[in-house]
């Protein structure tokens, strides 16, 4: 099972960035499509990106998709989430998975989950 590590989080204006990483360990990293999923307090979690094996494909959120990109770096283990032009419902804590199959917008299609780093977007 890969054990992910998310970081990258904070707390930031409204209209600033942030980009956060998921680091993966284990030699398999490559052969899973990446997800980054949040959770707003009091809200379920949500799709925000996912982005495939070799990223030929990247998928989106409606309400992120102009303003996040979703990139991965296989030699380093790694998935980013670059977030722009942030708003204060981007409030959430973000995690990655590891997408086990079906349709990407699922979180039930992901098995191995981080354990999260907030972003706090303040008005």
């Known amino acids: 099972q890969v054990q992910l590590v998310e970081s990258g989080g904070g707390l930031v204006q409204a209209g600033g960035s942030l980009r956060l990483s998921c680091a993966a360990s284990?030699?398999?990293?490559?052969?899973?499509?990446m997800g980054w999923f949040r959770r707003a307090p009091g809200k379920e979690r949500e799709f925000a990106a996912a982005?495939?094996?070799?990223?030929?494909?990247?998928y989106y959120a409606d309400s992120v998709k102009g303003r996040f990109t979703i990139s991965r770096d296989n030699a380093k283990n790694t998935v980013y989430l670059q977030m722009n032009s942030l708003k204060p419902e981007d409030t959430a804590v973000y995690y990655c998975a590891t997408h086990n199959s079906g349709v990407y917008y699922y979180t039930e299609n992901y098995a191995s989950w981080g354990q999260g780093t907030q972003v706090t977007v303040s008005s």
């Open positions: 284990g030699r398999t990293f490559s052969s899973y499509a």
């Open positions: 982005i495939t094996r070799s990223c030929a494909y990247t």
